[in-house]
């Protein structure tokens, strides 16, 4: 567990010193790509079909997650040894920095501080919360919000914080107060610099959101360039690429979820996308050809 820990920040480790145009020799990851999307600079970054914006998969769980099947109701333990998950679906807490017109944004925050690995990943890349200037939120949900907010203050104080109307109205207009402390707080905090989109925009950065609602009511995917951002649109891809139709216990519409799913995976194959997903497996990259 330890030296797949040392492994990651390596890897973010090398990701910095590319992504700081500093001496690349130091790496001892792939050579630089011959054309910009074609090969990924490192597994953990690709640079986009624009041939400039940057990617990269920030892992905020400690160690290895491995989600067990009893997660998907549907999944009978035969499908479940047929595909040899038996020991379990492998699995992430991740989040996704994107270097773009020479500013930094996230998507999504993760777990937050004191739980999750992500300010710590953000340091040892050089990039500091305070040089966040854009969040974008696939969701509500305590693994993607959490990192926004440490003791009632922002986590990253220089950002503004795109999130969907639907979902905002959900968490904060029509579920219980006493069950959204979280998402209250982060809202009130962010309140100063908070964008509500609707599906379809094209927000900052040229970065469209898709609706992917069921996980969530406004449960949402982002778009830029080549680049698919599918949050929370499966928990266990090993599972649910071969049968989009398992819903994971945490999806709160499970038809919804599952049209969903099947919508935006064809999309995603239909148009050659690298997706990039919240639970993805380790690198939580997702590379054309490989969601079919
Ligand atoms: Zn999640």
Same mark, same amino acid.
């Given at each position: 567990?330890?030296?797949?820990?040392?492994?990651? $920040?390596?890897?973010? /480790?090398?990701?910095?010193?590319? =992504?700081?145009?500093?001496? &690349?020799? @130091?790496?001892?990851?792939? +050579?630089?790509?011959?054309?910009?999307?074609?090969?990924?600079?490192?597994?953990?970054?690709?640079?986009?079909?624009?041939?400039?914006?940057?990617?990269?998969?920030?892992?905020?769980?400690?160690?290895?997650?491995?989600?067990?099947?009893?997660?998907?109701?549907?999944?009978?333990?035969?499908?479940?040894?047929?595909?040899?998950?038996?020991?379990?679906?492998?699995?992430?807490?991740?989040?996704?920095?994107?270097?773009?017109?020479?500013?930094?944004?996230? $998507?999504?925050?993760? /777990?937050?501080?004191?739980?999750? =690995?992500?300010?710590?990943? &953000?340091? @040892?890349?050089?990039?500091? +919360?305070?040089?966040?200037?854009?969040?974008?939120?696939?969701?509500?949900?305590?693994?993607?919000?959490?990192?926004?907010?440490?003791?009632?203050?922002?986590?990253?104080?220089?950002?503004?914080?795109?999130?969907?109307?639907?979902?905002?109205?959900?968490?904060?207009?029509?579920?219980?107060?006493?069950?959204?402390?979280?998402?209250?707080?982060?809202?009130?905090?962010?309140?100063?610099?908070?964008?509500?989109?609707?599906?379809?925009?094209?927000?900052?950065?040229?970065?469209?959101?898709?609706?992917?609602?069921?996980?969530?009511?406004?449960?949402?995917?982002?778009?830029?360039?080549?680049?698919?951002?599918?949050?929370?649109?499966?928990?266990?891809?090993?599972?649910?690429?071969?049968?989009?139709?398992?819903?994971?216990?945490?999806?709160?519409?499970?038809?919804?979820?599952?049209?969903?799913?099947?919508?935006?995976?064809?999309?995603?194959?239909?148009?050659?996308?690298?997706?990039?997903?919240?639970?993805?497996?380790?690198?939580?990259?997702?590379?054309?050809?490989?969601?079919?």
């Amino acid at each position: 567990m330890k030296q797949n820990h040392l492994f990651s $920040f390596s890897g973010l /480790l090398c990701a910095s010193i590319l =992504l700081g145009s500093v001496i &690349l020799s @130091s790496c001892t990851s792939k +050579p630089a790509p011959t054309a910009a999307g074609e090969e990924s600079l490192f597994p953990n970054t690709y640079v986009l079909d624009d041939g400039k914006t940057t990617v990269t998969w920030i892992k905020d769980n400690q160690g290895h997650s491995l989600r067990d099947a009893s997660l998907f109701p549907d999944a009978t333990p035969e499908v479940v040894k047929e595909l040899g998950l038996e020991e379990g679906i492998p699995s992430t807490i991740s989040c996704f920095l994107l270097h773009v017109d020479g500013k930094w944004a996230l $998507f999504d925050t993760g /777990l937050g501080l004191g739980k999750g =690995l992500l300010v710590t990943a &953000l340091d @040892s890349l050089g990039v500091p +919360p305070d040089s966040i200037s854009v969040i974008y939120i696939t969701h509500f949900h305590g693994d993607h919000i959490g990192g926004m907010v440490y003791e009632g203050k922002p986590v990253f104080p220089n950002a503004e914080v795109y999130a969907g109307q639907r979902e905002f109205d959900a968490w904060i207009k029509e579920m219980p107060r006493e069950n959204t402390k979280l998402q209250q707080e982060a809202m009130v905090v962010y309140n100063e610099h908070l964008h509500l989109f609707q599906f379809g925009d094209t927000l900052v950065h040229g970065v469209v959101a898709i609706d992917a609602v069921g996980h969530t009511p406004g449960h949402t995917v982002f778009q830029k360039e080549n680049l698919l951002v599918i949050g929370d649109l499966m928990h266990g891809a090993a599972l649910q690429i071969p049968h989009p139709e398992y819903n994971a216990r945490f999806d709160m519409d499970k038809d919804q979820a599952a049209a969903s799913r099947v919508r935006i995976l064809k999309y995603a194959n239909d148009n050659n996308l690298l997706m990039a997903g919240m639970h993805l497996a380790e690198p939580a990259f997702l590379e054309p050809g490989q969601a079919k």
